[in-house]
């Protein structure tokens, strides 16, 4: 006889519960389950998480609510209740009395594949979305490594959304109040606005060249109004309890007289020694407050730093700790943002500086400026309040950004939109980029070290360009692009091998008048490929979930659909060279055109120009749409001759060396 009993002395902590094992097949052979005893303790709320087995939880005491998708229900003593797979679930315990249940546990498979059947990636797209993006520091011009974090990829999604009949807009702009724009005039000599201003246009005019569209494009030095509107969102924040005004050391330069902070500031990080600006490093995306920096200079003059008192408005960010700790909860957050946000918030959040003695940025009276991260923060939000006001209600919002940003956007931006009673206005999702280099070291203006973006583009254009980065994008990992391989963009594998597919259509015809034929008889090959345009659709469409995001995926997916196209064309050559199957021939033929339609769906997010000419070539109205199952071409379908042209082939096979700066 196998006993069992109930122990908490012996539970061990895991999915945020206690837990026991109970009875598996390791104790009894063939047993078909495995089970174990749980207890989520009094105002606990178990991790929220799904797998490919089915359960059942039998309560043993206490009340609790269990959820499972949108789904919510009560149970008590003598209660049951059965969990789909792949069903996301956590138990919700508001009581003082500990949840204690038995969970049974099972797999099988068929019913794990009939879930996933039934819930194809694109019916979790949500039907309306907000894309953001950072906007970048106008001070100075965009090279490869920025375009290869957020801008192209977020530009990726939205487009496939769009292609879906998704409404999905694309929220950017520029980071106008930067103090970096304001330490980039004081070295050229010239005023804030006008930085802002001529690197703002060029920046705007870059993304445009890039094939990367906006439908909100924030510029707060233009805008009459953004002082006003980001006061207003201000004096909600302040009368929380959570603000209050202080006097504090703060980093000063004697030489020029200034307060420095963030761009002003220059030292080592204290926390990893690695080289740091003010209030945040790059390198572990650690905030800091700039006298905490070791070695601090003043960067406009290089002078040794001290150190005086300054009175300002400080934001008490750990008072937020645990709504922040429960918006990220239900939030998605890549690991590598949620490994850094975890951290701080076990160490305890330090305050923030929500002023700063700066005459740039919205002004706040008494010689001191709103703090550019706390203003860019409210800047999202007053966007993101907008876009409600003005395109019919809340969207889901899909925020894309580099990770040397993530305090400023998954707990400064958090923290302040509670505190002004605006959470409702936050990301679902964040998706994260780590650094794209060039070689064995960051892209670097300041260096020289760097391929600037308007010449790539210029060079090798748009398609070649946003394939390239996107091939490479530092998805959860540092990524590199060789100087020679910036050079020859145009010779992306994708790019060629699509090439050579489609410049094959243009004998294909010849026997049927010059139309696209209608189906005919099919052959199992006939079948599998149509499955296969079909099947590789819903994997490329699970790689546009926001939480699991894959630009590199895409491509490699894109890569192996090309190739499977000219391998159906090489082996049903022969077939339609067989007068006594004519009626397959004709089946061959519709597939081989459906395909190419398919493919203008597939790349648009990526190579739009491309694939705005396969689409147009095919005969197709307005831009490519992605249907969830492909229908064919019209029989009698007339397509432009020759095949679609190639940006590679309009300049040169070989891309011109990029500018460098």
Known sequence: MITRAFDRSVMSWSYEMHLQPMLSATDIEGLPFGSVFGSVPGHTVSKRHAHQDGEMFIVLAGKAVVVLGDEERELGPGGVVHLTPFGFHEIRNDHDEPFDIVSIYWE????????????????????RSLVFCPPPTPNGGLHLGHLAGPYVRADMLVRALRSMGRDARYVT????????????????????????TAEGDAIVATLASAGVGYDRLTRPAGDAGHADRIRELLARV???????????????????????????????????????????????????????????????????????????????????????????????????????????????????????????????????????????????LDAARAESDEQGGPARITLFLGYDNSFYYAVLLPVLAF????????????????????????????????????????AAGPDAVRLALLRDAPEGRVTRITEERADRLTEDPLYLAARDWLAGFAPLTEGFGGTVPGTGAWTDAHREFYRHLNLITRQLDG????????????????????????????????????????????????LEYLAAKVFAALAWPVTPELAQRVWSWLGLP?????????????????????APEFASDRAAAVAAPSGRS
């Open 108 to 127: 099988h498979i068929p019913s794990a594949v009939k879930v996933l059947d039934a819930a194809p990636p694109r019916d979790q797209l949500a039907d």
């Open 173 to 196: 702009g520029t980071d106008d109040h930067q103090s970096y724009v304001a330490a980039a005039a004081r070295l050229r000599g010239t005023g804030p606005v006008d930085v802002a």
């Open 238 to 380: 302040t009368a929380s309890a959570a603000v209050t005004e202080e006097e504090r050391e703060t980093a000063y330069c004697t030489s020029c007289e200034l307060s420095l902070h963030q761009a002003f500031a220059r030292g080592n990080c204290a926390h990893c020694a690695a080289g740091s600006d003010g209030e945040i490093c790059e390198a572990c995306g650690r905030p800091n407050e700039a006298r905490e920096l070791t070695g601090l200079t003043c960067r406009i003059c290089g002078t040794e730093a001290v150190t005086r008192p300054e009175k300002a408005l400080w934001l008490d960010l750990n008072a937020f700790a645990d709504e922040l700790r429960e918006y990220l909860r239900v939030s998605y957050t890549s690991p590598d943002l949620q490994i850094l946000v975890e951290r701080l918030l076990d160490e305890g959040l330090p305050p923030y500086r929500l002023g700063r003695s700066t005459d740039w940025g919205v002004d706040l009276g008494d010689g001191q400026a709103l703090d550019a991260w706390a203003d860019l923060a409210l800047t999202f």
């Open 419 to 458: 505190a002004a009673g605006l959470g409702e206005l936050l990301p679902a999702a964040f998706v994260t980029n780590q650094f794209l280099h060039l070689g064995d070291a960051k892209f670097s203006t300041s260096r020289g070290h760097a391929v600037w973006a308007d010449d790539a583009l210029a």
């Open 543 to 590: 790689l546009l979930l926001p939480e699991s995001f894959s630009a590199r995926g895409y491509i490699t997916l894109l890569d192996s659909f090309v190739h499977r196209c000219a391998e159906f064309r090489a082996t049903e050559e022969v077939v339609r060279q067989v007068p006594s199957l004519a009626e397959e021939a004709r089946t061959s033929l519709a």
């Open 622 to 642: 307005g831009e490519p749409v992605r249907e969830a199952d492909w229908s064919f071409l019209p029989s009698g379908t007339t397509c432009a001759t020759p």
